[in-house]
């Protein structure tokens, strides 16, 4: 009989007081119950959740790498219905962490994905990616990501979109979401015929007089160059070129940086004014160096910040 007493209050303890310890768990449990589907475009800085369009807003875009498509880390995990306080990132040791059903840790430089605390978890054939531009953002594949959370994957060779549904649920109807995705991406091609091109994530006009230094400009390289152009003195009409680089300068850089970028190169005159290279570094981290040459004027915007000793030496 106390047995079994005992047993009754074990139990009533059990009802009454788990709900409690992992509240925040249980909270993400639904969250993710709560995603039905997902769809990630290459090219396309927006996901689809549960086939409800417009999509959400990314500050970069899904890319494909040794045939495996990622995602930044954060992204990823909202997109799937993880929390933004269930997603972390240790700077120190350089990983990732996904708090969804699975507690998932991926690290730069590894091939390896802990599970639930276990330290030999899953091999990949890839490893996460860290990207500066547009901004720095730690990529992960979201094959690997998505199937660990819950979620069956499939791969959309003709529309290079990856599709994920919750499993035990039937594949849901993927072509509207898919189609809003297509459609997005012909219009920002659309947008390029007919006056405006991307690089490194900045709207560049076509047909400029800029001198645009695109081979210094590609995503992750080392010394960091975001954007890089030349403004020349004897190259079709100056304004244009003036209004250009004030249309590239402010996609990225505060506008008190930019009017005394552009007050500073409208200095040069002719051949005979130099100016000598004069350096910003503005509130949101990037840096910026304006410099001339006899018939040219350099623009160069940095991901990070520099110190003033660096410009000098450089």
């Not at 269930?86 to 040791?93: K, L």
């Amino acid at each position: 009989m106390r047995k079994t007493i005992v047993l009754i209050l074990f139990l009533v303890l059990a009802v009454i007081l788990v709900p409690w310890l992992h509240p925040v768990l249980a909270d993400q449990v639904s969250q993710n119950q709560a995603v039905k589907s997902v769809v990630f475009k290459i090219g396309v800085p927006y996901y689809v959740v549960n086939g409800q369009t417009p999509g959400v807003k990314m500050d970069v875009s899904p890319f494909i790498q040794n045939d495996r498509t990622f995602v930044p880390v954060r992204f990823l995990g909202n997109a799937l219905g993880v929390s933004d306080e269930n997603i972390t990132w240790d700077d120190s040791s350089q990983t990732a962490t996904i708090k969804g059903n699975s507690t998932l840790q991926m690290t730069l430089g590894s091939y390896w994905m802990n599970i639930n605390g276990d330290i030999h978890g899953k091999g990949m054939d890839v490893m996460p990616v860290l990207m500066s531009s547009p901004t720095w953002r730690t990529f992960l594949p979201a094959r690997y990501i998505a199937e660990r959370l819950g979620y069956q994957v499939a791969w959309d060779d003709k529309n290079q979109t990856v599709i994920c549904w919750a499993e035990g649920h039937p594949q849901s109807d993927f072509s509207g979401a898919i189609n809003w995705a297509v459609n997005w991406l012909n219009g920002q091609k659309t947008e390029a015929v007919n006056g405006m091109s991307t690089l490194n994530g900045y709207q560049i006009p076509v047909g400029t007089n800029l001198d645009i230094r695109s081979n210094d400009c590609r995503p992750n390289n080392l010394g960091q160059v975001e954007m890089e152009f030349v403004i020349w003195l004897n190259k079709g009409d100056l304004q244009s070129q003036y209004n250009d680089t004030e249309a590239i300068l402010s996609q990225s850089l505060d506008m008190q940086t930019v009017n005394e970028m552009i007050a500073y190169i409208k200095q040069k005159t002719d051949k005979s004014v130099i100016l000598k290279p004069k350096c910003w570094n503005s509130a949101n981290g990037k840096s910026s160096r304006v410099s001339s040459d006899l018939d040219t004027i350099g623009i160069t915007v940095w991901s990070t910040p520099r110190a003033a000793s660096w410009f000098t030496n450089n």
